[in-house]
């Protein structure tokens, strides 16, 4: 989605229909933790992702614009 950093684009796009751990995210991006905290609080905000009771991310139905 328009206005993403390069961290957040890739953030996202790792997310699909199943949620995510921290560590997967980290794993599939390639991000630095500190990148990937950054990112995923920045998505959050926005409400774009959230985060599950299991502590897993997923994209946000009803924040996607």
Request: include cysteine; proline fraction near 3%; glycine fraction near 6%.
């Amino acid at each position: 989605p328009e206005g993403f950093d390069e961290e957040m684009a890739e953030v996202y796009k790792c997310l699909g229909k199943e949620p995510l751990h921290f560590d997967e995210i980290v794993a599939a991006t390639g991000l630095s933790h500190s990148k990937a905290v950054t990112a995923i609080m920045q998505l959050e905000l926005a409400d774009y992702i959230k985060e599950t009771e299991s502590k897993k991310y997923i994209i946000n139905k009803m924040g996607v614009r």
